[in-house]
């Protein structure tokens, strides 16, 4: 806090000093002193209260200042805004607290990245005032590795010894670099080439006929005797010539 930095906090929580009235002129040097002492923290408690006054009120919307300009105090001021506003104290609770709880470690970020992340989340939860102990944090931690350390995971908790949160995550520092060195590399199939030998393959004669009349009669149209790649027919068939398969080559059959 600001107040804290500048050490005027304890005008928000204390009253002014009381003056001491001084007595009769023979009164002994160290009460004059201890007087003199008095003075000066009056005058010091004054200008840190006006300070601390100016702040609070400085970063209040117009309603707020309007409501609060009258009082004089900075104690005041502030115990009117924590009767108000403090039960805010009591969610922000609830929300690091929740925070903490829902986080879960996931695959393919830096486990000691992650391994942060939960350390603060820690000491949100400690700012608040609740207390966490070291073996305690560590068994937790344990519970949101991601799915790929679930082996090292249960490593660690057949381990007799309790282990506190530093010292597991002095283990996590020397897992995670064997880890990556050990991770195979992933090779991804190249479809392409695949593809591509799909489509410089010649199809077959079957399968480029299929279906497609006018091609078949161009086809036969201009194709010469030596270069008809069927068996040729015995000499039966070719002396009586009729409808031949352009398939099989048998007469009497038809493909279509």
């Known amino acids: 806090m600001f107040f804290e930095q500048i050490e005027i906090d304890y005008v928000l929580f204390n009253d002014p000093p009381d003056s001491l009235a001084m007595g009769s002129l023979e009164e002994t040097p160290p009460i004059a002193a201890l007087v003199k002492k008095n003075e000066d923290d009056i005058v010091k408690y004054e200008k840190d209260n006006k300070t601390a006054r100016y702040h609070i009120l400085n970063h209040m919307v117009d309603n707020m200042f309007d409501l609060f300009i009258i009082h004089k105090s900075a104690k005041i001021i502030w115990e009117a805004l924590e009767k108000k506003y403090g039960v805010d ?9 929740g925070k ?44 949101k590795f991601p799915p790929s350390w679930s082996e090292y995971r249960n490593h660690l908790k057949h381990k007799k010894r309790e282990m506190p949160l530093q010292e597991l995550i002095s283990h996590m ?75 099989c080559r048998k007469p009497g059959h038809k493909a279509y």
């Open 89 to 97: 104290d009591a969610g922000k609770k609830k929300y690091v607290v």
């Open 173 to 247: 520092r020397a897992e995670e670099p064997s880890r990556l060195k050990d991770k195979p590399d992933r090779v991804t199939p190249n479809s392409s080439t695949n593809a591509n030998l799909v489509e410089t393959g010649a199809p077959s004669n079957f399968n480029w006929f299929k279906g497609n009349a006018k091609m078949k009669h161009q086809y036969w149209k201009s194709k010469k005797p030596n270069q008809n790649k069927f068996p040729k027919l015995d000499a039966k068939i070719q002396k009586h010539p009729g409808v031949v398969c352009y398939v």
């Open 100 to 143: 903490w709880l829902a986080f879960k470690m996931v695959d393919g970020k830096p486990i000691m990245d992650q391994g942060h992340v939960f350390e603060n989340l820690c000491g949100d939860v400690i700012n608040e005032g609740m207390k966490l102990d070291e073996i305690f944090l560590a068994n937790v931690m344990l519970e």
